[in-house]
């Protein structure tokens, strides 16, 4: 298998390459179905009330503020888990190819840091490897394309 072979002779670059290809998708996919003229007025809005929460000093203008904050994080939430709820069953599914992919290659840490730590050992397999860089590549890319 073309994929494997790619795997078991580049297991870093590989993962690289697939990190960013999942990443630009999701990236894509959140942009196409989020309203992200919404999500700035939120986030612009919360930020305006967590400064006026700082400023405020009357208890009950306190709570005032604090409630409209949960009423839009709420709506910013809403609107942020629709494409998680599209993109879950695929990625799990891409999770799935990605295990066999590299347990057949009979990779083993991808990237190696020479000490064995808690909790993560010697170095960061597949997975580990994945969701650190699909972290760096999500940041990137939505700073890029402007994604709120």
């Known amino acids: 298998m073309l994929f494997e072979e790619f795997a078991k002779s580049q297991p870093l670059l590989s993962m690289m390459l697939f990190s960013f290809i999942i990443s630009l998708l999701l990236t894509f996919i959140y942009k196409a179905l989020t309203n992200q003229q919404r999500i700035k007025e939120l986030r612009d809005i919360q930020k305006d009330l967590q400064m006026r929460l700082k400023e405020e000093k009357d208890q009950q203008k306190m709570m ?85």
Do not use: C
Not at 109 to 126: C, E, F, Q, Y
């Open 64 to 148: 005032g503020i604090q409630k409209e904050m949960l009423e839009k994080s709420a709506e910013l939430m809403k609107i942020t888990m629709k494409p998680t709820f599209v993109t879950f069953i695929p990625l799990l599914l891409v999770f799935i190819f990605l295990k066999q992919l590299y347990t057949a290659a009979k990779v083993g840490d991808l990237i190696s840091w020479g000490v064995n730590l808690p909790l993560v050992g010697t170095g960061a397999g597949w997975l580990l490897s994945y969701v650190l860089f699909s972290l760096i590549f999500s940041i990137l890319l939505r700073k890029i394309l402007k994604i709120h």
